[in-house]
C-alpha cells in the first residue's frame, strides 16, 4: 500500500476498507474496541522502538506519564 502522501487518518480509512471488505457480509461486532486497541497497541510498540526501549522517552512522546505508559505496556503484553 502506497502511503506516501496520506495522512494518519486516511492510512485508518484504508486499511479499515479492507478490514470490512475482508468481513464480507459478516458484521462486525466491537469495532470501536478493536480498533482502538490495535492502534494502542501499535503505537505503543513503535514508540518504544524509535526510542530504543527508553520508557521515560517513550512516555515523553507520547505525552503520558511513565507509569501510565509502564500499565499499558503490561496490559498489552509488552513489558520488555
Not at 14 to 43: F, K
Request: negative net charge; contains cysteine; glycine residues 4%.
Amino acid at each position: 500500500m502506497e502511503t506516501t502522501n496520506l495522512s494518519l487518518s486516511d492510512c485508518v480509512m484504508l486499511v479499515m476498507d479492507r478490514y470490512l471488505a475482508d468481513l464480507q457480509d459478516e458484521a462486525p461486532s466491537n469495532l470501536h474496541a478493536l480498533i482502538m486497541d490495535e492502534v494502542e497497541r501499535a503505537l505503543l510498540a513503535n514508540t518504544l522502538q524509535h526510542c530504543s526501549g527508553q520508557r521515560g522517552m517513550a512516555a515523553q512522546w507520547l505525552g503520558i506519564n511513565r507509569n501510565t505508559l509502564r500499565k499499558k505496556l503490561q496490559a498489552y503484553g509488552l513489558d520488555i
